[in-house]
Nanobody, 119 residues
């Protein structure tokens, strides 16, 4: 079973950028399609973006489309989420998750990394 560990979160001003990383151990991340999710205080967890096993297919929530980019480097066993033009409403704990299945049902989750965007 793979373990996923997120990093790269922090405090940034509105309009700034962060790059989150999702690193895998225990199994190669290429075995998994990977999604990013986020959960803000008092809100339900929401989908942000996902990427297919090879990286050839990506999909984004409307709220981040054009600002966030998901990518993967299977050789380095890492999936990234580049976040540009950040807004205060992007503040949340960000989680990556891995799916072994074509329906993108997620089997394994990381512990999360905090992103805070100040206005």
């Amino acid at each position: 079973q793979v373990q996923l560990v997120e990093s790269g979160g922090g405090l940034v001003q509105a309009g700034g950028s962060l790059r989150l990383s999702c690193a895998a151990s225990g199994r190669t991340i290429s075995s998994y399609a990977v999604g990013w999710f986020r959960q803000a205080p008092g809100k339900e967890r929401e989908f942000v973006a996902r990427i297919s096993w090879s990286g050839g297919s990506t999909y984004y929530a409307d709220s981040v489309k054009g600002r966030f980019t998901i990518s993967r480097d299977n050789a380095k066993n890492v999936v990234y989420l580049q976040m540009n033009s950040l807004k205060p409403e992007d503040t949340a704990v960000y989680y990556c998750a891995g799916s072994l299945r074509r329906d993108y049902t997620y089997d394994v989750w990381g512990q999360g990394t905090q992103v805070t965007v100040s206005s």
